[in-house]
T-cell receptor, first 110, second 119 residues
Framework: RKEVEQDPGPFNVPEGATVAFNCTYSNSASQSFFWYRQDCRKEPKLLMSVYSSGNEDGRFTAQLNRASQYISLLIRDSKLSDSATYLCVVNPERYSTLTFGKGTMLLVSP | NAGVTQTPKFQVLKTGQSMTLQCAQDMNHNSMYWYRQDPGMGLRLIYYSASEGTTDKGEVPNGYNVSRLNKREFSLRLESAAPSQTSVYFC??????????????????FGPGTRLTVL
């Protein structure tokens, strides 16, 4: 099983739609969880960390389910500017480097 | 703050040539990383440095060497470039080291990347 798995998409949604991505990870001892955003031909940028209690930042909500070993990202009221690739990122074990998923592409259309 | 900077932004090499990619961060981070990104492969870790004076191999270290020159700078060297090394290279840094593990120390910040083509 791959360490971090994501549906590559693309997810095609109209402006204003709500879209959700899931990501599964293989190591139950994983410590930290993140969503990064990467625009075409640009560097990855931190979108948000994911905490056990779930957390929200404006239109974005992230959830962590340790029992099922997945994290999710919900985007409400999608904007054209949300079009990007979203990377699921996990610290697979204590004192380790991060493991990046291959990303889920989101395309928001007018 | 500039964050993480990389030079050059673009480079074209011929097979067998050598070059060094430079990376610097001004966030007083302990840990630095070099990744390559290829279509369909995602980000792959080449080398990392958990703290000044240490370096370790990542997932794809063959054909590369690194130097942690000081706390700010981490360079990646291709001694004899091959077409398989055509890629986008990203440098990153994090607060680290791995004494503690959590979002505040693990979050990585990336430079703008170097697009390398080897002919």
């Amino acid at each position: 099983r791959k360490e971090v798995e994501q549906d590559p998409g693309p997810f095609n949604v109209p402006e204003g739609a709500t879209v959700a991505f899931n990501c599964t990870y293989s190591n139950s001892a994983s410590q930290s969880f993140f969503w990064y955003r990467q625009d075409c031909r640009k560097e990855p940028k931190l979108l948000m960390s994911v905490y056990s209690s779930g957390n929200e930042d404006g239109r974005f909500t992230a959830q962590l389910n340790r029992a099922s070993q997945y994290i999710s990202l919900l985007i409400r009221d999608s904007k054209l500017s949300d079009s990007a690739t979203y990377l699921c990122v996990v610290n697979p074990e204590r004192y380790s480097t991060l493991t990046f998923g291959k990303g889920t592409m989101l395309l928001v259309s007018p | 703050n500039a964050g993480v900077t990389q030079t050059p932004k673009f480079q074209v090499l011929k097979t067998g040539q050598s070059m060094t990619l430079q990376c610097a961060q001004d966030m007083n981070h302990n840990s630095m990383y070099w990744y390559r990104q290829d279509p369909g492969m995602g980000l792959r870790l080449i080398y990392y440095s958990a703290s000044e004076g240490t370096t370790d191999k990542g997932e794809v270290p063959n054909g590369y060497n690194v130097s942690r020159l000081n706390k700010r700078e981490f360079s990646l060297r291709l001694e004899s470039a091959a077409p398989s090394q055509t890629s986008v290279y990203f440098c990153a840094s994090s607060a680290g080291p791995f004494i503690t593990s959590g979002p505040s120390t693990d979050t990585q910040y990336f430079g703008p990347g170097t697009r390398l083509t080897v002919l």
